[in-house]
């Protein structure tokens, strides 16, 4: 593989994960991120653990076929690593991610990678999805790492526009970026000036965004805390949260 001129924020991801396939332009990038929030790592693969916990949760619901918006690199831990029995199509809208992801994958007849723009549900090719996954029944929907860059009023959209598209006894998993952020103010000046603006949220104003999707019992959680038999938890009010998750179901 060529080695690439600019940075990517998948591989970034990969490099905080552990993994291997990134290069020393995504290094030097992460370092300036771990400058404005030493952190940075830890909550990469927090919700690398949540994306595990909620797709073995999805899958022990009885649903075997996933599709993955925003997916990043398949590697360290994503979702067909997580149900490996499972069907899973990855998307993403970033064609670098999209080209290294199906050189990943290209030995697992499980699984594909193709082009998606989760805000324009029309750009996924129908046949690509059909040929992974076969005839679509209930399907596991994991929109991680998407919604912190969707303000409210086009994510109402997007999120009416899945449940209208998803099959009945379909699940999709979710997580918000918490208030947290806003404590570190050269890190939101960082992500404006990439042109990466956060939309930051807490449990009241998520709930009303998710529409007709219908809550999990864990209900709205820190991504850290969601399991799927966690009851009602509760979370200080001066505990500062950095992400949110949930799963839903229609």
Not at 157 to 172: F, H, I, N, R, T
Not at 213 to 227: E, N
């Amino acid at each position: 593989m060529e080695i690439p001129a600019v940075p990517n924020t998948a591989r970034i991801i990969d490099y905080w994960l552990g993994g291997s396939h990134h290069f020393e332009i995504d290094v030097e990038s992460a370092r300036v991120f771990e400058q404005v929030y030493p952190d940075s790592p830890q909550v990469f693969q927090t919700l690398r653990g949540y994306i595990g916990r909620v797709s073995r949760y999805i899958e022990s619901q009885g649903i075997n076929q996933f599709v993955v918006f925003g997916s990043g690199l398949p590697t360290c831990g994503n979702v067909h690593e997580a149900v490996p029995e499972a069907l899973v199509l990855y998307t993403d809208i970033d064609r670098a991610n999209i080209e290294l992801g199906r050189r990943i994958l290209a030995n697992n007849s499980k699984t594909d990678y193709t082009f998606c723009d989760v805000t324009r549900l029309e750009t996924l090719d129908r046949s690509v999805m059909v040929n992974v996954l076969g005839t679509v029944q209930r399907l596991g929907i994991v929109l991680i790492g998407v919604c912190a860059f969707i303000p409210d009023e086009i994510l109402t959209v997007v999120l009416e526009k899945l449940y209208d598209w998803s099959p009945a006894g379909s699940m999709l998993a979710l997580d918000f970026d918490g208030e947290a952020a806003a404590e570190y103010p050269q890190l939101l000046q960082l992500m404006d000036s990439l042109n990466a603006h956060l939309y930051l949220r807490n449990p009241s104003t998520i709930e009303p965004l998710l529409g007709r999707w219908q809550l999990t019992k864990p209900g709205i959680l820190p991504v850290s805390l969601w399991q799927d038999e966690v009851g009602a938890q509760t979370v200080e009010a001066s505990e500062s949260v950095f992400m949110y998750g949930c799963v839903v179901y229609k």
